[in-house]
């Protein structure tokens, strides 16, 4: 070590700034600190330890400063001249063996046998100082990393200039698009796109986060908005980007090998079964009732007239017949936990030679099915029910629409819709909850642009098909309690308040009441469903869909003695194993459903709407824009009292979709 005693006035020291060793001469002495006069022709004051090497050569502090100067900067020459004569990696190559430390003056005699000298001392310890890779030093000490160690800190160096260049050229390349009317990139740039996706979906998991923050923060494009019109500049990404199914990291593609798998099992296509348990019941007049331009048809209805009853029929897609458990297509679709459906795009569970074609419940083509069949009065009484699995084919394939045209007059629609009916008031009078609330359609013209319309779920063909499903559930969870076998059943408390009975409210009651409800609950054992007023549910209309609804279906195939059933822990685990994916799902299809509607509404700007007071939130108060179903908040207006269900104008302020931002303000 250093020892501060030992210096006197005139002594050459030298000590480390900005990453550069400087050469000084010692002016002044006081109180342990020194003034100094650098190479530089600058006079600091220096505490001792910043001190890298002192020794006794001395210069004479009387003669001119200029003097001094020159004399400074001749021995850090002679010092750097001599600097060649040190190889640290030869010296490496010979210590790294010893793993202990080595003096400076050891290390000196090493490099400068014949009489080395303070200068030589320093031209060590400035070898050494330009190159670390080797050596861990202190100002008079060295010490051998280990060929580990060495691999280690050549690997961080690599990075480290790798990171530099990538932020120096990334940063130049940054400017000149921000600036161009039309920039181009070439695979060169691929490395700074992926740093700005990075960036801005704020991926910190990531391991390059940190260089990403570091481009980003060189070129100036601290706003998240520059940075997505930058992408959308430059192609990489659309204006209407979901950044959402990026950020999860969502395939709207299957692999190669599972399509290849789906393709497979659908040019084997459906062949009779040799199963005798397999009922043909595609002698009965079949129909599916679906949306517009749906091409995944999971359910279908059929009706006989008995005489003194009817028997309804409620078909599932067979999905379980064609789909093992642990096959390519099923880990894939336990994955993915369900389809999903946006305005804009829909992303299947299973490929579309399943979805669309093998398991699609298509017209004039036998599928294998599993069919509830109830015998039920036209007063909504049931009288018996089983459960079969089938073979169906179905004869018309209806839409909505095409439905509600003729509930009236198509004789088996208006036995379907009262059967539907009936069973509702059935189980409202079992205290269901039944709430009722427009749905708000979104959908892209041909210029992708938004289109709004709100659908009445209370119009007989969307009534019937909810209705008969939900019957449908409810009779194959009741089997499966029956049979004790474990399921996904779906159970749901009490509401924590009921603001209206028997299914009739306004339209500010049935939104308030929904925020009363309790959480739904997935469980392997049966309970009450509240919401629902039955006694047992689970979900297996949609087994195309939902992995949920396949899953239960494979339940109720073991039952049928078509497979053998997941174990309560098989169950447990999937439910686990599904809760994040599911919620996800939720979340895309949510986000995205807003981010279009207020899309549509960035072109309403100016326009009043009418909206329904929902409450006061501190400053402001809630209100639900009626027309499209969407709840944001006013400001207090001054002199004006505002109540709960008050109906009020107000006026779209400002709209920004890709902000996820709605102002509106009374008037």
């Not at 080595?102 to 000298?117: N, V």
């Not at 698009?177 to 996706?197: C, E, F, G, R, W």
């Not at 469980?523 to 047992?536: K, M, N, Q, V, Y």
């Amino acid at each position: 070590m250093l020892v501060l005693s030992a210096m006197e006035t005139g002594n050459i020291v030298e000590y480390i700034d900005q990453r550069k060793i400087i050469c000084a001469v010692v002016l002044e002495i006081k109180n342990q600190r020194l003034r100094i006069l650098n190479e530089n022709n600058r006079e600091i004051n220096l505490s001792e330890n910043r001190l890298s090497h002192k020794c006794q050569i001395k210069l004479n502090t009387g003669m001119g400063r200029d003097d001094l100067v020159e004399n400074l900067k001749a021995t850090a020459s002679r010092r750097n001249q001599l600097i060649h004569a040190v190889n640290v990696k030869e010296l490496w190559e010979v210590l790294n063996s010893e793993q202990q430390w080595i003096d400076l003056a050891t290390m000196t005699a090493f490099c400068f046998p014949d009489a080395p000298t303070a200068d030589h001392e320093s031209a060590v310890l400035r070898a050494f100082f330009n190159n670390r890779l080797f050596f861990k030093f202190k100002s008079d000490s060295f010490f051998p990393y280990t060929e580990k160690e060495v691999k280690r800190i050549i690997a961080q160096t690599q990075e480290a200039e790798r990171q530099k260049r990538i932020i120096d050229d990334g940063c130049a390349w940054l400017k000149t698009v921000l600036k161009a009317s039309q920039p181009t990139m070439t695979a060169a740039q691929t490395d700074y796109i992926k740093l700005l996706k990075i960036y801005y979906l704020e991926d910190k998991e990531d391991q390059e986060y940190k260089l990403a923050k570091s481009l980003v923060t060189k070129a100036g494009l601290h706003n998240a908005e520059t940075i997505f019109q930058l992408l959308v500049k430059l192609g990489v990404w659309d204006r209407d980007e979901n950044i959402d199914l990026i950020r999860h990291e969502i395939r709207d593609v299957f692999t190669e090998n599972l399509q290849k798998e789906a393709d497979q099992l659908a040019k084997t296509g459906f062949k009779p079964s040799p199963d005798p348990i397999r009922r043909d019941l595609t002698h009965l007049p079949t129909l599916t009732i679906d949306g517009q331009g749906t091409s995944d048809h999971d359910d279908a209805l059929s009706l006989e007239d008995c005489g003194t009853h009817f028997r309804l029929g409620i078909h599932i897609t067979d999905v379980g017949h064609y789909i093992r458990k642990e096959s390519g297509i099923d880990q894939e679709a336990a994955l993915r936990t369900s389809s999903i459906y946006m305005p804009d795009i829909k992303i299947p569970m299973m490929p579309a030679a399943i979805t669309e074609d093998l398991c699609s419940l298509i017209k004039g083509k036998p599928r294998n099915a599993l069919s509830v069949l109830v015998d039920i009065t036209a007063n909504g009484d049931l009288l018996n029910h089983e459960i079969v699995p089938s073979v169906i084919c179905v004869d018309r394939q209806m839409t909505y629409y095409e439905v509600n045209l003729v509930a009236d007059e198509d004789h088996d629609i208006a036995v379907l819709w009262n059967i539907a009916r009936r069973f509702r008031q059935s189980r409202l009078d079992q205290g269901a909850v039944q709430i009722t609330l427009p749905e708000i359609n979104i959908w892209l013209d041909e210029n992708n642009q938004p289109n709004v319309s709100r659908i009445n779920r209370e119009s007989p063909g969307r009534l019937l098909v909810a209705e008969l499903m939900i019957m449908a559930n409810w009779l194959m969870a009741r089997f499966l309690a029956q049979y004790q076998i474990p399921g996904i059943f779906r159970s749901q408390p009490p509401p924590r308040n009921r603001l209206f009975e028997s299914g009739e409210g306004t339209l500010f009651q049935n939104w308030m009441q929904r925020k009363h409800l309790s959480r739904f609950v997935l469980g392997p054992d049966f309970e009450h469903h509240s919401g629902l007023g039955l006694d047992a549910y689970v979900t297996a209309t949609s087994p195309i869909r939902k992995y949920i609804d396949l899953v239960t279906q494979r339940q109720l195939r073991a039952a049928l003695g078509l497979e053998k059933a997941y174990r309560r822990t098989e169950i447990e685990q999937i439910l686990q194993i599904l809760k994040q994916p599911m919620a996800t799902v939720f979340r895309l299809q949510h986000n995205r459903h807003r981010y279009w509607l207020l899309k549509y509404l960035e072109k309403r700007v100016g326009k009043k709407e009418e909206a329904i007071v929902i409450g006061k939130r501190r400053n402001n108060f809630a209100i639900l824009m009626a027309e499209y179903m969407l709840e944001c908040t006013i400001p207090q207006p001054s002199g004006t009292i505002l109540q709960p269900e008050d109906l009020v104008q107000v006026t779209i302020q400002h709209v920004s979709a890709r902000n996820d931002v709605l102002n509106v303000f009374m008037g």
